[in-house]
């Protein structure tokens, strides 16, 4: 079987199943006791074992069957959860992950994860991965009794299983247990078994095997194998189709009754004197609502019906294509807006107008296609806050808001990194150790919140903690002996100014650089890749009581809307969301301050910028002694753009100036206007700073 065709898919399913594997082990962290959550993983693990064992991938599989071991060990109260054991499951997960990625770099995904392997092997033993026996397997004695107590071959049904077969039974399906032995001469068993298993597929679901399917596939079993199937055919027509696969010597199909099942398991537990099993199986009528939807698709299945897929997965190249496609639509439709209003033809400008309209539509599809939430970033912090915490011996506390918040997916796939950095920073020298903390009256336990909102046509991610603060003296300090500011500079600076002092390059106001991370290491990047995105980042703290990072981002990169200006005979574009009015000032109306012309806007002194001196345009119309003034602001700080006219609001489609013209200042890129003619656009932050 050619499996290339698959890879892209198995790629991202692998990875959908890795992230839920890390969500649901944290919560098992909280919960050790709640089996729910263990099946969960178990399922995502086995899956993944699955899909690679598939597509030829044996050390991914291989190490998941001994991760899968570990969970089934767990579930079956074999093995009690700690945090030592979770962190060798953790372990295997990043394990897994350096495989998927190094797979989906076009590598062979193989690995040395024979280190981990050995701690998995210790605690299905029921041994501390530490090398220490301890009570790991305290219930295996009366665990193993349950098993081997004759339950006609199938071992122990779990809560999810048992809710299914209940469920099935309701919804007017048989439950059969079947049993078939190979004969003795059979030379491939595992071919077989996977015959028998196509064709059990075919007329229903198969809810238990035993031995599991995993060791029918590498044929360790001997003849014979037992499952539990759930289908409304009958039970002769089922034993037919399997004796037509060659090599079975015999088939026996009886009816399997659950409630003869729990019966047998409460006598069992009852003589063993196991009273925790006894809560497992009033629990398991708990997990009947969770669990509907996995019994339903069972039931759809065996009708051969498949309703379930509502979503398509499309490859980003693919969306990019068309959102090319469409930018090139968008220049056109200006160009035929332009040619209309020169010609005033009224059937023609009907039509432009319908066309506008609907491209305006499918630009909102398009757009909205492209839309994916921060969830796909921020789902990835609870495991590494997880593990910086233990590092660094601190409580930290994770609190996430506004995880659907949708962002577009290009800036999506960019501020993972800076997100990261700020995390860093926040929980290693923002929040204090908990002696710190209760010394200073705070609860031990510190709290970072990453939040997402959205605000107009921008999306706003935070970070906040509630540690230490930033110490303006030090940082202030620091700044003037490193020379990136004068004393007497600093003297003026607000305490704004002074926080912004920290994502300077290779600032840093940590007294010594840890593993992790000093405040300040690291922020000159997150602050170059956030202004690279058209974004920027602002800084608030008090001093003693925590600090806030706020990362202000475009919904989107492609097409923005922008007020079109113009400067003696060429046009620029300002991005509307850098500008808060529009004005006619007269020349009298300009001040001086400090060597630089101002205006009093609203009450606010705000410097100008006279673009013709910027960009060199060439003068070729005289002033008349007003001027055309566009006020912009980036975070706290204003200026007045002064252009010698405004033409008016449009939607361009930003296009990049290429490596050759990147270094132009104040220039973000370039679109071209309906007539043909190229704009700049002006990049606003820069003109401010």
Do not use: W
């Amino acid at each position: 079987m050619d499996t290339n065709q698959y890879l892209e898919m198995f790629i991202d399913e692998s990875k959908e199943h890795l992230q839920a594997i890390n969500e649901n082990l944290l919560a098992l962290e909280n919960d050790p006791n709640d089996m729910n959550i263990v099946n969960e993983v178990f399922r995502s693990a086995h899956t993944l074992k699955g899909m690679s064992a598939t597509m030829g991938y044996e050390d991914l599989a291989n190490l998941t069957h001994k991760m899968e071991n570990v969970l089934d060990g767990i579930r079956n109260h074999k093995i009690t959860v700690n945090s030592d054991i979770l962190d060798v499951v953790f372990l295997s997960v990043d394990d897994l992950e350096a495989m998927v990625n190094d797979i989906a770099s076009g590598g062979d995904g193989k690995r040395d994860v024979s280190e981990v392997v050995q701690k998995l092997l210790l605690i299905e033993k029921g041994e501390d991965p530490k090398g220490a026996t301890g009570n790991l397997g305290k219930d295996s004695e009366s665990k193993d009794k349950i098993e081997t107590s004759g339950n006609n071959q199938l071992g122990v049904l779990d809560e999810f299983e048992i809710t299914v077969l209940e469920q099935s039974k309701e919804q007017g399906f048989d439950s059969y247990q079947i049993t078939v032995k190979l004969r003795d001469d059979c030379l491939l068993r595992g071919a077989r078994v996977f015959m028998v298993f196509e064709i059990l597929e075919q007329v229903g679901e198969v809810i238990k095997a035993n031995p599991p399917v995993e060791d029918l596939e590498e044929e360790r079993f001997d003849y014979e194998f037992s499952v539990v199937l759930v289908t409304k055919e009958n039970a002769e027509d089922i034993e037919k189709r399997i004796m037509k696969v060659s090599e079975i010597e015999s088939v026996t199909v009886n009816v399997f009754s659950i409630e003869d099942y729990k019966q047998g398991q409460n006598n069992i537990l009852e003589n063993s004197q196991t009273t925790n099993a006894n809560e497992k199986m009033n629990d398991s009528s708990s997990t009947s609502q969770e669990n509907n939807s996995k019994s339903e698709s069972g039931k759809e299945k065996t009708k051969g019906q498949n309703v379930s897929n509502k979503t398509i997965r499309v490859n980003i190249e693919r969306l990019d294509i068309l959102m090319n496609l469409f930018e090139e639509l968008v220049i056109d439709r200006g160009r035929l807006e332009q040619i209309s209003n020169d010609l005033n033809n009224p059937e023609l400008h009907e039509t432009v107008e319908r066309m506008s309209r609907i491209s305006g539509d499918l630009q909102n599809i398009i757009l909205n296609m492209r839309m994916v939430p921060v969830e796909q970033v921020f789902n990835r912090f609870p495991r590494m806050v997880r593990q910086l915490a233990r590092d660094l011996n601190k409580k930290i506390n994770l609190e996430i808001i506004g995880a659907e918040t949708e962002l577009d997916r290009t800036v999506i796939d960019e501020i993972g990194d800076p997100l990261v950095h700020l995390i860093r920073n926040a929980i290693d020298h923002g929040v204090e150790t908990p002696e710190e903390r209760i010394a200073k009256g705070k609860p031990e336990e510190g709290t970072v919140v990453l939040k997402a909102y959205h605000s107009g046509n921008h999306v706003f991610i935070e970070i906040e903690d509630d540690g230490a603060g930033i110490n303006r003296d030090k940082v202030l300090k620091k700044a003037i002996e490193r020379g990136v500011v004068t004393a007497e500079t600093g003297a003026s600076m607000t305490d704004k100014q002074v926080y912004e002092l920290i994502m300077a390059s290779g600032f840093s106001t940590a007294d010594k650089i840890s593993d992790v991370s000093g405040r300040g290491v690291g922020l000159d990047v997150v602050k170059s890749t956030i202004e690279s995105l058209s974004g920027s980042v602002s800084i608030e703290s008090r001093f003693g009581h925590g600090s806030i990072f706020s990362i202000q981002l475009p919904l989107t990169l492609s097409i923005i809307s922008v007020m079109l200006v113009e400067i003696q005979e060429e046009k620029y574009a300002i991005p509307l969301s850098s500008i808060i009015e529009t004005a006619i000032i007269k020349k009298q109306d300009i001040l001086n301050a400090h060597n630089q012309k101002v205006i009093d806007f609203r009450g606010k002194v705000v410097p100008l910028v006279f673009l013709k001196d910027i960009f060199e345009v060439p003068v070729v119309n005289e002033e008349d002694g007003l001027y055309s003034v566009v006020i912009v602001r980036k975070g706290e700080k204003m200026a007045g753009l002064v252009v010698d006219s405004f033409i008016g609001q449009q939607e361009i489609v930003l296009k990049s100036l290429g490596n050759y013209l990147n270094s132009a200042f104040a220039i973000s890129g370039a679109t071209i206007l309906g007539n043909g003619q190229v704009a700049l656009i002006i990049d606003c932050n820069a003109l401010i700073k």
